[in-house]
């Protein structure tokens, strides 16, 4: 069936986790159909027709209609299709991918503010697409008056939940009856988001008590973000503020992400989970592999890594090099600093769901409050580690391809030497004081400069940043 646009191709780029846009503007229905058509003719350059897709969507503006004008187009392609009959979270759409030997189309902008939607592919390994498959796609966009399929009859469309299955696997995973045996103080953040009806519905199937707050959908998500970071969670923590032994959960708009709040009303950053649960995968669910992070992750993992004897793989920043590297390797857990993590015996996908399951059990095991564990964490590591993240705003990509230049090969910064650089993703510094070290990436979709710092001291980030910030 031939494409029938005849305009020029948009300009649309495929990031980290997908294809981002403000709807209404970019993200339109005829910048829908285009890009449902350039992953339709991938799947068919490689898997022929037969290859069946499953789609779903978060509780976006319009991503319900975005999500059935994307399956009409596939079903008019010939492609058989199944669509979800309610909102789900990215995870479930992904392990229903591998379950049910598809490709999905994801429509989500994550975390992204209110008025942006995307379109994420998933192909049947259940992970992100990677370069070459998202490269390919785009190529398609490029050339979309030139794409040309065979006239096929009209594929099958049908509606599903893709729920039940979902919880049978996690329920595999997760220890239900010792995260309910310990009679834990739980407050759940819904934030407006996709994983209202999985995560509260995964404790109620398996009589764990909880309290919730912002458990419906919104498609402004209540006026505020969709992200599961402290300054979005103010409500949760004043909750948790007003008890003496809860802990909060919540996650983003799809639920890949998630954001926990330990007894103190505290913040728990992403590297302590991912740190907390790697120490309890070994020694509490027996489990061994591989630990996999992305260059921005903390030093703590690898810290805890050559204390436990384990292989580390470091990959660039982006769940789908993490994913790609737990589909080649043993792996036990591969998580990154942004709040996404997996685990062996799931998919190479991120889940926020199973994230915060894991630290309830981790917690029924440990008999600790999570502060107590952040605790024997510094003293297993030796110190603690401080992360700040500076996102320089530039004009356009010339000045970021000058910064990156002028940044490229750094003898000292600020009153440190550089002992040693790599080149995995951006530029990496380890500075000569042997625990601070700097980041430097462009962003792949803007003119952003993402600068990343951690040390063992706030002072040392402060005096890195004013350095930064008089040469920017």
Not at 211 to 240: C, N, Q, R, T, W
Not at 296 to 301: F, K
Request: net charge negative; aromatic share 10%.
């Amino acid at each position: 069936m031939s494409n029938d646009s005849d305009g020029a191709a948009p300009a649309i780029k495929f990031g980290t986790d997908g294809w981002r846009a403000v709807v209404g503007q970019d993200f339109n229905s005829e910048n829908v159909q285009i890009v449902t058509k350039a992953i339709a003719k991938y799947v068919y350059d490689k898997d022929g027709i037969q290859k069946p897709f499953i789609i779903g969507y978060d509780p976006r503006n319009k991503a319900k209609e975005f999500a059935e004008l994307c399956a009409d187009t596939l079903c008019n392609l010939g492609f058989s299709v199944t669509l979800s009959d309610e909102v789900v979270p990215t995870p479930v759409i992904a392990y229903c991918a591998k379950l049910y030997d598809s490709n999905a189309i994801m429509f989500t902008a994550s975390h992204n503010p209110p008025e942006y939607l995307g379109i994420k592919f998933i192909p049947d390994y259940a992970g992100p697409a990677t370069n070459e498959i998202t490269n390919e796609i785009v190529d398609n966009i490029r050339n979309i008056s030139l794409l040309d399929f065979d006239n096929f009859s009209k594929g099958q469309l049908k509606l599903k939940s893709f729920k039940n299955r979902y919880f049978e696997h996690i329920e595999s995973i997760i220890d239900f009856k010792k995260i309910k045996d310990a009679g834990i103080q739980i407050i759940y953040d819904g934030l407006y988001g996709a994983s209202i009806g999985y995560f509260d519905k995964l404790l109620e199937r398996n009589d764990i008590n909880f309290e919730s707050m912002h458990m419906y959908h919104d498609v402004s998500f209540g006026g505020g973000m969709p992200e599961p970071k402290a300054k979005y969670l103010s409500e949760l923590i004043d909750e948790i503020c007003q008890r003496t032994n809860a802990v909060g959960f919540s996650n983003d708009g799809d639920g890949d992400r998630f954001g926990v709040i330990n007894e103190k009303a505290e913040y728990v950053s992403p590297n302590e989970i991912i740190a907390l649960l790697l120490r309890h995968l070994i020694f509490n669910k027996k489990l061994s592999g591989k630990l996999v992070k992305t260059v921005g992750a903390s030093q703590m993992l690898d810290i805890l890594a050559q204390k436990y004897d384990l292989d580390v793989i470091e990959t660039p920043v982006g769940f789908k090099w993490v994913g790609k590297a737990m589909r080649e390797n043993d792996v036990l857990i591969g998580g990154e600093e942004s709040g996404g993590l997996s685990i062996k015996g799931h998919i190479p996908e991120k889940d926020g769901i199973l994230a915060n399951l894991l630290v309830l059990e981790m917690l029924a095991y440990e008999n600790k409050r999570l502060w107590e564990l952040q605790e024997d964490l510094k003293q297993d590591i030796g110190c603690e580690f401080f992360n700040k993240r500076l996102d320089v705003e530039l004009d356009n990509q010339q000045q970021l391809k000058q910064l990156m230049i002028d940044f490229s090969d750094l003898k000292s910064i600020a009153s440190y030497q550089v002992d040693e650089k790599d080149a995995k993703d951006g530029v990496r510094y380890f500075l000569n004081d042997s625990k601070s070290r700097v980041l430097i990436r462009p962003s792949g979709t803007e003119p952003l400069l993402r600068i990343y710092f951690e040390s063992d001291s706030k002072d040392k980030i402060d005096e890195l940043r004013k350095w930064f910030d008089e040469k920017i």
